[in-house]
């Protein structure tokens, strides 16, 4: 016997994802099938699936079930999902931020007043196109959805990554450049302080990929000369000349 034993779920207005572990043992050949108020609405072989075309703020039984040779070895159900109210949509490319996805302008500052505007019953809507941005932070409890074709593209520029803000290389903390998006503080005194953000879409997120961590080593070495100098050899017993300086990225 195969058992699934946990379930984890996330909804928005029209769709309900699940995803769960792999059962022990269980052969490749296996299907998983979700069954929506008693009726199957997909399967799958994958440890995870999504439910569209459901209706806005509505109670759903939903059970998965899984099969092998033709027997079923497992269910699990999933109990009452309710999805959410529908919610307005805030477009970036709208009064009064007029982002500009043409890969060329910088959207930094209308990107991140949106998300600073962004509510609980609001989605952050992001068009086709190329959005280009520095670092940009974002709250608890808000949504964000890429449309097919939607970049929000980082980029290769050290600066759009400042300020600083302490995070953790291979476990040490220290003070790092920004990340494209950003999620609460390091701060041990307050924990968890941001939450619920649901991201989705068939868009793409995009940081400055090889030029950017280059630039950052470099940008790092200038500032560390002083140090690295001090180091001399012994950077090479478990280091080596980029190592150091790129720990920031």
């Known amino acids: 016997m195969y058992s699934i034993n946990f379930i984890r779920h996330f909804v928005t207005e ?14 490749k050949e296996a299907v998983y099938r979700v069954l929506i ?17 459901l209706k806005a703020n509505q109670d759903y039984s ?21 999805t ?4 307005k949509r805030k477009d970036v490319t709208k009064m009064p931020y007029n982002a500009v996805g043409d890969g060329v302008t910088m959207n930094t500052e209308k990107l991140q007043q949106a998300i600073n505007d962004c509510g609980s019953d609001e989605v ?17 409890d808000m949504e964000i959805y890429l449309e097919e074709g939607a970049v929000i ?6 600066e759009d990554y400042l ?34 953000i649901f991201i989705h879409g068939k868009g793409t997120i995009a940081s400055g990929g090889s030029v950017l961590a280059w630039r950052v080593i470099e940008a790092e070495r200038e500032r560390l000369t002083d140090y690295l100098l001090e180091l001399g050899d012994k950077i090479k017993e478990c280091e080596n000349e980029h190592t150091i300086p790129g720990r920031v990225r």
């Not at 108020?37 to 075309?53: P, Q």
């Not at 959410?84 to 919610?87: P, R, V």
């Open 84 to 87: 959410t109210l529908i919610k």
């Open 37 to 53: 108020d008693g009726k199957t609405a997909k399967e799958t072989r994958k440890t995870h699936c999504t439910i569209e075309s």
């Open 62 to 82: 939903v059970l998965v079930e899984v099969e092998c040779e033709g027997i079923i070895a497992s269910r699990k159900e999933c109990g009452i999902i309710h």
């Open 14 to 27: 029209q769709s309900i994802t699940l995803f769960w572990d792999k059962p022990e043992g269980i052969p």
């Open 124 to 140: 952050l809507y992001i068009p086709a196109g190329i959005f280009l941005t520095g670092a940009l932070k974002l709250h608890s």
């Open 163 to 196: 300020p600083r803000i302490l995070s953790r290389f291979e476990g040490t903390e220290l003070s790092c450049y920004s990340s494209v998006l950003n999620m609460g503080d390091l701060d041990h005194s307050s924990g968890y302080n941001c939450k619920n």
């Open 153 to 158: 593209q980082g980029t290769d520029r050290v």
